[in-house]
């Protein structure tokens, strides 16, 4: 897999987590252990997750480690994110040992809202605010380095 081809999928399943949004739809109230928030932003389900991408077969020159600790990250990374939002009702990341909801003590990034309120003033407030705090991150993920360099395979 190229890099443009890994750095677009991990992306995608930095992403994953939210998409518990479908609870609304059938009912799930937010606070539940499977609504918006909940179970899918826990720590256990990113370490779940990059277990099943670590194990699946792969192109040869991926250390299934290497795998294991990028989708964790990615995957973890997201419900640790949304506990510096401002809005919501916490995330559920010690779930399934509890369902408690935490939020970080410092909230600085603004909630994104739902749906088609992501079109919004303030939905578009907010995707600028995230570009503006995420803009870092892109930039050295995007910077042009030397490629050459392969990660070795553990068989």
Do not use: C, Q
Not at 29 to 48: N, Q, V, W
Not at 52 to 62: C, S, T
Not at 105 to 133: C, D, K, Q, Y
């Amino acid at each position: 897999m190229s890099f443009a081809g890994a750095a677009l999928g991990l992306t995608l399943l930095s992403m994953a987590p939210d998409l518990d949004v479908v609870a609304f739809a059938f009912g799930i109230p937010y606070e539940a252990p499977f609504g918006h928030r909940g179970a899918s932003h826990a720590i256990a389900t990113a370490l779940l997750l990059a277990g099943v991408f670590a194990a699946l077969p792969r192109r040869a020159g991926v250390s299934r480690h290497v795998v294991l600790v990028l989708v964790f990250a990615v995957v973890v990374s997201h419900g640790l994110l949304d506990t510096l939002t401002d809005g919501g009702r916490g995330i559920a990341l010690l779930w399934p040992l509890d369902n408690t909801r935490y939020f970080a003590p410092w909230r600085p990034i603004p909630v994104s809202p739902i749906g088609a309120g992501l079109l919004s003033t303030r939905g578009a407030r907010v995707m600028l605010t995230e570009l503006v705090v995420f803009a870092p991150a892109w930039l050295w993920a995007l910077w042009p380095r030397d490629r050459s360099a392969k990660l070795m395979d553990d068989e």
